[in-house]
Structures are given as structure tokens and as C-alpha cells.
């Protein structure tokens, strides 16, 4: 499955904002969509995802409460909504998509990335 994020944008701290990963089929719903962002430097790193059937999902602690992963097979869309801010948010945001039960927090298991939307959080 291809997939497209969007949504990014330049935000205060304590704002709010909602990305989108849109799928390229139906063969969305059979996935488990991931929410990674990377930071220049560092590596990418694990923020949310949520099972196939947008049943299950699970959380860095960093944005635990904050953020709230969700996913529509209907219109082959998931979303990351984001509230409270924070300028530690500021990062470029991936969707990506794994066959199977989400049960990884690694990059490197993935198989299908969309491309970044940045998110910047001023202070």
C-alpha cells in the first residue's frame, strides 16, 4: 500500500493539530498504521499506532494523553490528532504501514512509508 501524510503546519505551543496518512487501496485495512517522527540527527522514532481493525492502539510515553491515533478503513485514511503542543513535538511526523499485529516500536520493521509532513511547535 502507498501512503501520503499531511496535515503539518507551524503551531504555537499548547495548539492543536491533526496529520492525515491516506492509504492508495483498500488493502489500507488490512494493515497496522504507525506514527513515527525524526528530528535532524537522530533517529526515527516510535509515536503511536493503531491494529488493522483500528481496534488496539498504543502510545510513546512522551505523547501519551496528548496524542490520539485513529483509523477510518472506510476512507482508507488513519489520522494523529495532536493536542498540547509542545516544542519537543517539532519533528518531521511518518506514516507508515506493517502487515500484522503492531506489536513493533521500530523503524526498521516497517514496510511502507509515506512521505514526512513536518510539524513545528514554537514556544
Known amino acids: 500500500v502507498q501512503l501520503q501524510a499531511s496535515g503539518g503546519g507551524l503551531v504555537q505551543a499548547g495548539d492543536s493539530l491533526r496529520l492525515s496518512c491516506a492509504g492508495s487501496?483498500?488493502?489500507?485495512?488490512?494493515?497496522?498504521i504507525y506514527w513515527f517522527r525524526q528530528t535532524p540527527g537522530k533517529e526515527r522514532e516510535f509515536v503511536a499506532s493503531i491494529s488493522r481493525a483500528g481496534i488496539t492502539s498504543s502510545y510513546a510515553e512522551a505523547v501519551k494523553g496528548r496524542f490520539t491515533i485513529s483509523k477510518v478503513n472506510a476512507k482508507n485514511t488513519a489520522y494523529l490528532q495532536m493536542n498540547s503542543l509542545k516544542p519537543e513535538d517539532t519533528a518531521v511526523y511518518y506514516c507508515?504501514?506493517?502487515?500484522?499485529?503492531?506489536?513493533?516500536?521500530?523503524?526498521?520493521?516497517?514496510?511502507?512509508w509515506g512521505q514526512g509532513t513536518q510539524v513545528t511547535v514554537s514556544s
Open positions: 487501496d483498500r488493502s489500507f485495512s488490512t494493515y497496522g
Open positions: 507508515g504501514a506493517r502487515w500484522g499485529p503492531v506489536t513493533t516500536k521500530s523503524a526498521t520493521d516497517i514496510g511502507s
